[in-house]
Structure formats: structure tokens, C-alpha cells
């Protein structure tokens, strides 16, 4: 390993400092300190057959956080980018941040979570949409994947092939578009063992978290466990989700999708259930109530 400068905030081996330009070849079990030996970590080679070990790759582990649930960042892909690998053990368990040249922190090869990186969690949708084991159906305009973080029994979501960001760019030109993801969206919920004693709606949020045009098909049940917060209640039984026919006759008499002024102040309303308006203080009191309403 090389080191540009020493400073007040040196790095060190066996508690030796790298000056200026050097280079120190590390051997397993030292100790490197990346900040003025307080953040130590234990370097771990591991040996290639037919390579020394200092031609080995590097690995590095890191425990992940897992994110916080919310309206925000539901739905979000794990997409972990390629990288060289680089082994770190932090023997103190402090949350400094090491950074190693380029390398990234991602699972190991060969597991189920390793997909392309496609940038923002927003983006999420569009490695989903691609992904054969999440489509439900799909043709020559659209694929249907399931929700990642259903909010009912039934949830599924249908994407445009053609790259629409948002509602906002809709125009007129993509009126045969949105009456064929609901019909679409029609078709799913004729082929659902449930559709004899469930509701169903087709509908979109007025302001999506994630981007890429996306029409949700939910069940009106709501029983599901990713249902947390306020805001996902909200979202899917007040007027922040726009009945899939408002929105097309919108389109075809004004030529785009207008939301109103604060719609994100619907999010925050009390909640109520969507069939009797009793109102509930707080989520686990609103599924208990929600019982009442299931078919029997």
C-alpha cells in the first residue's frame, strides 16, 4: 500500500506510519490504522492457486444497514455494483468509514441478490420490470411485476415498456397506452382466485416515489404485513391515488395529468378506514378494524 502525505491524521501499519510516498507491503495478521491509529483493522489475504498472496484479490465485507421503512423508499432494489473485492475486519466495530480506492461493498457472487446497478433506489422499478422472476405477465406494450412490499393481498404493479418518467409527461400520444395497461390491469384481476370476494382498484399515486410510469392494481382488503405507516394508508385511500379512469379522461380532455396543489398534505390526514370512515388512532387499531370488513 502507498500513502501521499502524513499529516495530523496518518495511516499506519503495526502502529508505524506510512510516510510520505512509501509503500509498505502488509503481511496477514498486522493491524492497519487508516485514521492517527484510532480505527484499526486486521487485513485478510486470500491465496489463488497459482498467485502469490500478494497478487490475491481483496475482499471486503461490510454489515449492511437495512433501510428505514417508509413511503419514500418502499420498493427499493438492492442493486449492488461491480467492484474489486477487498476483505476488512473492523476489530473494534466503530462505524468509520474505510474507503479503498474504488471498491464497493456488495454480497458475495453467486447469490440470488447480485443484479446490475442502475443508480438512485428511485430506479428500482426498471431493474425489477427486467427481472424474469418478478414479471407476472407481459407483451408487446407492458409487463405486470408484484409489488415488492404489497400492501394487500393482491398488489401488482404494470409498467410501460417505453420509458415514461412520471404521470407529468404523459400526453395525448399516450392515450392507447394507459387504456391498454388498464386493461391490462382488468385481466389480472379477472384471472385472481379472489376476484369473487375481494375489491379491486387501478389507480396511480399523484406523486410517485419511484420513477417509471407504474399503474397499481391492488386488492381492497389490505391485509399485509408491509403495511406500516400512515403514508401507505394514505396513499392508497385518499385522493393522492388517482383512479386509473379519471386519469385517462384527463388525458383525453386536457392532454395531461394535473395533480392538485399539496397533494402531499393528503399523506398526513387521520387515518379512517375506506369503507365505513370510522376513524382509527393508529395502525395496529386500523387492521383490527379492518377484519370486520373481509369477506367471511
Not at 22 to 37: A, D, F, S, T, Y
Not at 138 to 156: C, L, N, Q, S
Not at 203 to 210: D, F, K, V
Not at 229 to 245: A, D, G, I, P, V
Amino acid at each position: 500500500m502507498g500513502q501521499s502525505l502524513i499529516g495530523v491524521n496518518p495511516t499506519s501499519v503495526d502502529l508505524v506510519d506510512v510516510g510520505k510516498d512509501e509503500e509498505v507491503k502488509m503481511r496477514p495478521g498486522q493491524v492497519l490504522h487508516i485514521v492517527n491509529k484510532l480505527y484499526p483493522y486486521t487485513v485478510q489475504f486470500a491465496e489463488e492457486s497459482g498467485k502469490d498472496v500478494t497478487e490475491a484479490e481483496e475482499k471486503v465485507q461490510a454489515e449492511k444497514r437495512p433501510c428505514e421503512d417508509s413511503s419514500e423508499n418502499d420498493d427499493i432494489e438492492n442493486v449492488p455494483r461491480k467492484a474489486k473485492k477487498t476483505e476488512v475486519v473492523d476489530t473494534q466495530g466503530s462505524s468509520a468509514e474505510l474507503k479503498l480506492s474504488k471498491t464497493s461493498v456488495f454480497p458475495q457472487e453467486g447469490t440470488s441478490s447480485k443484479k446490475e446497478h442502475l443508480g438512485h433506489w428511485s430506479q428500482g422499478l426498471k431493474s425489477s420490470m427486467q427481472d424474469p422472476k418478478m414479471q407476472v405477465y407481459k407483451d408487446e406494450k407492458t409487463v405486470v411485476i408484484k409489488d415488492k412490499y404489497p400492501k394487500a393481498r393482491y398488489h401488482w404493479l404494470i409498467l410501460p415498456w417505453e420509458s415514461i418518467p412520471s404521470l407529468k409527461t404523459v400526453t395525448r400520444e399516450h392515450l392507447g397506452l394507459l387504456e391498454h395497461m388498464h386493461a391490462v390491469g382488468e385481466k389480472m384481476i379477472d384471472q385472481c382466485p379472489a376476484r369473487g370476494s375481494l375489491e379491486f382498484r387501478l389507480g396511480y399515486h399523484a406523486i410517485p416515489s419511484m420513477s417509471h410510469l407504474h399503474l397499481h392494481v391492488i386488492s381492497q382488503d389490505f391485509d399485509s404485513a408491509a403495511l406500516k405507516t400512515k403514508k401507505h394508508w394514505n396513499s392508497f385511500t385518499t385522493e393522492y391515488f388517482l383512479n386509473s379512469q379519471d386519469v385517462i379522461e384527463m388525458v383525453r380532455s386536457k392532454g395531461k395529468v394535473t395533480v392538485k396543489d399539496h397533494a402531499s398534505e393528503l399523506l398526513k390526514l387521520p387515518l379512517r378506514c375506506h369503507i365505513c370512515k370510522q376513524q382509527l388512532s393508529t395502525i395496529p387499531q386500523l387492521k383490527e378494524h379492518l377484519r370486520k370488513h373481509w369477506p367471511k
